[in-house]
C-alpha cells in the first residue's frame, strides 16, 4: 500500500446554510459546454462508484432537466435511464451489494437489510459480525463478512496490492457492501460523525471532519433554499397525527439525528470524500484505484416525506451540487478519473399522495400480513405453535417468511401449506412462494423487466438466509400499516418503481450517448474491469461489459 500523504489543512467548519466547504462551488459550470470528443487512450487511474440512495429512474427523470452542476455533468457521457436492479429484494443492502460485486443477491449472499437466524434466535444485520458478543442487529459490530462475493476493489487489489480501495457513505452497509473485504479507508456516520470498523482508528481527514461537523450542526442551520422549480410541489399531505410536504429542513442547534437524515448529510460524504482524494492519496500512480461514495439522503427524505413533496426537490436541487463538488475536486487535482453513477433501488410515493394523483389501488399493508397476525391465524387453523414466541419472524411487505425453530418436519409442511393458502387468498398479495419453488427457479439472463416475478425473487434467494416462504404484495402496497414520523414511505418491492434506477458513466473524453435499452446494476463491474485492463475468469460476473463509449469504437474490446 502506497503511504498516506499528510493533509495540510481542511475547511474550518461545515456551512450548513450552503452545504459543503471542502472546495468552493464555482458559480457557474462552464465544464457543462459539449466539448470536442477527445477518445481517451489509456485506463483511467481512478474509478469512482457513486450510489444515490432510493434514486429511482422516476425521480431521475423528473428532475434531469434542472440539474446544473453534478447530473449536468454526467448526463454529458453514457446515460443509462433504464438500469435495472433486477432482483426482487430492492433494499439497501441487496442492492448495494450488486453494484461492484456484478452479481445478484443470490450469489453475493446479501439477501435482506436484515434476516432471521434461527441458530441465534434472533434477526442479523446484512453488515454484521454476529459473533462478536458486542453485536446487536441495532448496534451491530460493523462488518462485509456476509458478502459472499468480491467487489471490483477487492479484485484489483488481488492482482495488485498498490491498488487502494476507499469507500465512504452515511450508512455502514452501503461502505461495507461497495467497499468489500479489503478497504484501505472506510468511513460512515454514525452518532456525531465519521466512524470506521473496529480496531481501526480514525485518520486525520475524518478527525478534522468530525471537529468542523461539532461546530456546525451545534450552531445549527436556517431552511435550505427552495428552487422556483419546487414550489408547484410545495403543499401540505396530513397523515394523520403528522404532515408532510412543506419541510425546509432547518437545523436546531445540536440536533445530529435531523442533520445525518438531510441533504446536508450529502455534503458531509462529499466533504469527506474530498477529504480523502488527498490523504490516501488517490489517483496518483499507475495502479486503479476505487472511491465508492455512496449518498444517503434520498433514502432518508423519500422514507420521511415521500418523493413527490418539496422535500425530495430540495434535497435534488441539493444533492446535484454535492456530486458536483466532487467532480469539481476530481478536476482541481488533475486525475484522470472515470464515474459511474447509480442506485440501490428506487421507491414510491406515501400512498395517501399516490391516490390524489388517481392512483386508486395505492394503500399501506393489511394488518393481516403482518407476522404476528399470520402466526395467530395459522396457529389457530393448524393447532401449531412455536414452542416460544411467534411462528413466523418477517412478512409484513419485503418478501421473506421464516418459521420458528423448533417444529418437526410435518409440522413444518402443514404450516407452510397453510401460510401459502393464506397469502394467496389475501387481495393484496400477488404471489407467494415456498423455498423449494424458488430453488428451481433459474435467474434469467434475458432482459429484466421482462422477468417473471418468481425470476426476480430468485435474483434474491440464497437458501442458507432467505425465508421459508417468501411474499409479494401488489403494487403501490406500501410496507407499514400505518404512516408514522420518519416513515411515510419505504420500498422492497419486485415492482419496477423500486427496481429501475439510472446507469451513468462519464469520463474526460467519452462521447455522449443516450442508451436506452434495459440493462442491470451488475453489469457495472464487468465495465469497468474492462476500462481498467482487468480481465477475470468466465462466470466471475453474472452481468456484462456495457460498451460505453459513444463512436465507433468498443469500449470492451480492451
Known amino acids: 500500500?502506497?503511504?498516506?500523504?499528510?493533509?495540510?489543512?481542511?475547511?474550518?467548519?461545515?456551512?450548513?446554510?450552503?452545504?459543503?466547504?471542502?472546495?468552493?462551488?464555482?458559480?457557474?459550470?462552464?465544464?457543462?459546454?459539449?466539448?470536442?470528443?477527445?477518445?481517451?487512450?489509456?485506463?483511467?487511474?481512478?474509478?469512482?462508484?457513486?450510489?444515490?440512495?432510493?434514486?429511482?429512474?422516476?425521480?431521475?427523470?423528473?428532475?434531469?432537466?434542472?440539474?446544473?452542476?453534478?447530473?449536468?455533468?454526467?448526463?454529458?457521457?453514457?446515460?443509462?435511464?433504464?438500469?435495472?436492479?433486477?432482483?426482487?429484494?430492492?433494499?439497501?443492502?441487496?442492492g448495494h451489494s450488486t453494484l461492484l460485486t456484478g452479481v445478484h443477491p443470490s450469489r453475493t449472499g446479501v439477501i435482506a437489510n436484515t434476516w432471521y437466524d434461527a441458530a441465534l434466535g434472533r434477526d442479523v444485520y446484512c453488515a454484521e459480525d454476529e459473533a462478536n458478543p458486542n453485536s446487536t442487529v441495532d448496534d451491530p459490530v460493523v462488518s462485509a463478512g456476509h458478502l459472499r462475493a468480491p467487489t471490483l476493489g477487492d479484485l484489483l487489489k488481488r492482482k495488485n496490492p498498490a491498488s487502494l480501495n476507499v469507500a465512504v457513505s452515511a450508512k455502514d452497509r452501503a461502505v461495507a457492501m461497495m467497499g468489500g473485504h479489503s478497504t484501505d479507508a472506510a468511513y460512515w456516520f454514525k452518532g456525531k460523525g465519521f466512524a470506521t470498523y473496529p480496531g481501526r482508528?480514525?485518520?486525520?481527514?475524518?478527525?478534522?471532519?468530525?471537529?468542523?461537523?461539532?461546530q456546525s450542526v451545534g450552531a445549527g442551520a436556517d431552511d435550505l433554499p427552495m428552487p422556483d422549480w419546487c414550489a408547484a410541489l410545495d403543499r401540505t399531505l396530513p397523515l394523520g397525527a403528522f404532515s408532510i410536504g412543506t419541510y425546509?429542513?432547518?437545523?436546531?442547534?445540536?440536533?445530529?439525528?435531523?442533520?445525518?437524515?438531510?441533504?446536508?448529510?450529502?455534503?458531509?460524504?462529499?466533504?469527506?470524500?474530498?477529504?480523502?482524494?488527498?490523504?490516501?492519496?488517490?489517483?496518483?500512480?499507475?495502479?486503479?484505484d476505487v472511491l465508492s461514495v455512496s449518498f444517503s439522503a434520498t433514502d432518508y427524505v423519500g422514507h420521511a416525506y415521500g418523493t413527490e413533496g418539496v422535500e425530495m426537490c430540495?434535497?435534488?436541487?441539493?444533492?446535484?451540487q454535492?456530486?458536483?463538488?466532487?467532480?469539481?475536486?476530481?478536476?482541481?487535482?488533475?486525475?484522470?478519473?472515470?464515474?459511474?453513477?447509480?442506485?440501490?433501488h428506487g421507491g414510491i410515493d406515501a400512498p395517501e399522495r399516490l391516490k390524489q394523483q388517481g392512483y386508486p389501488a395505492a394503500a399501506r399493508l393489511d394488518p393481516s400480513l403482518t407476522a404476528k397476525a399470520l402466526s395467530a391465524a395459522v396457529s389457530q387453523q393448524t393447532g401449531i405453535a412455536a414452542k416460544s414466541g411467534d411462528l413466523f419472524h418477517g412478512a409484513g411487505g419485503s418478501g421473506d417468511v421464516w418459521l420458528a425453530p423448533g417444529l418437526a418436519p410435518k409440522q413444518r409442511k402443514t404450516v407452510i401449506a397453510a401460510l401459502v393458502a393464506r397469502l394467496k387468498a389475501n387481495p393484496q398479495v400477488a404471489g407467494a412462494w415456498t423455498a423449494d419453488e424458488l430453488k428451481a427457479v433459474n435467474v434469467p439472463s434475458g432482459d429484466p423487466q421482462d422477468w417473471t416475478l418468481a425470476e426476480r425473487f430468485a435474483a434474491s434467494y440464497d437458501s442458507r438466509r432467505s425465508g421459508d416462504v417468501v411474499m409479494a404484495t401488489k403494487r403501490a402496497v406500501v410496507p407499514g400499516t400505518a404512516p408514522v414520523p420518519g416513515l411515510a414511505s419505504t420500498h422492497g418491492s419486485p415492482w419496477d418503481y423500486d427496481r429501475r434506477v439510472p446507469i451513468?458513466?462519464?469520463?474526460?473524453?467519452l462521447a455522449h450517448e443516450e442508451m436506452p435499452q434495459p440493462v442491470e446494476t451488475v453489469d457495472i463491474a464487468p465495465t469497468l474491469a474492462?476500462?481498467?485492463?482487468?480481465?477475470?475468469?468466465?462466470?466471475?460476473?453474472?452481468?456484462?461489459c456495457l460498451d460505453i463509449d459513444g463512436t465507433e469504437a468498443d469500449s470492451c474490446a480492451r
Open 1 to 94: 500500500m502506497r503511504l498516506a500523504v499528510p493533509l495540510i489543512a481542511f475547511s474550518a467548519a461545515l456551512a450548513l446554510a450552503a452545504p459543503g466547504t471542502a472546495e468552493d462551488t464555482p458559480a457557474s459550470t462552464p465544464a457543462l459546454a459539449q466539448a470536442p470528443v477527445r477518445a481517451p487512450v489509456r485506463p483511467p487511474r481512478l474509478i469512482v462508484a457513486i450510489s444515490v440512495d432510493q434514486f429511482s429512474a422516476d425521480l431521475f427523470a423528473q428532475y434531469r432537466e434542472h440539474y446544473s452542476h453534478g447530473f449536468a455533468r454526467l448526463l454529458q457521457g453514457a446515460v443509462f435511464p433504464s438500469g435495472f436492479q433486477s432482483h426482487a429484494a430492492t433494499e439497501t443492502c441487496p
Open 201 to 214: 482508528s480514525l485518520s486525520e481527514a475524518a478527525q478534522a471532519e468530525n471537529v468542523a461537523l461539532a
Open 248 to 288: 425546509r429542513f432547518a437545523l436546531k442547534p445540536g440536533d445530529f439525528k435531523s442533520f445525518s437524515r438531510s441533504p446536508r448529510m450529502d455534503a458531509a460524504t462529499a466533504d469527506m470524500a474530498i477529504h480523502l482524494l488527498d490523504e490516501m492519496p488517490l489517483g496518483k500512480d499507475d495502479a486503479p
Open 314 to 320: 430540495i434535497q435534488m436541487a441539493q444533492l446535484d
Open 322 to 344: 454535492s456530486i458536483g463538488r466532487l467532480l469539481d475536486a476530481l478536476d482541481k487535482r488533475g486525475l484522470d478519473y472515470v464515474v459511474v453513477l447509480s442506485a440501490d
Open 504 to 509: 451513468l458513466f462519464w469520463r474526460d473524453g
Open 530 to 544: 474492462a476500462l481498467v485492463g482487468l480481465k477475470e475468469p468466465a462466470g466471475t460476473w453474472d452481468g456484462r
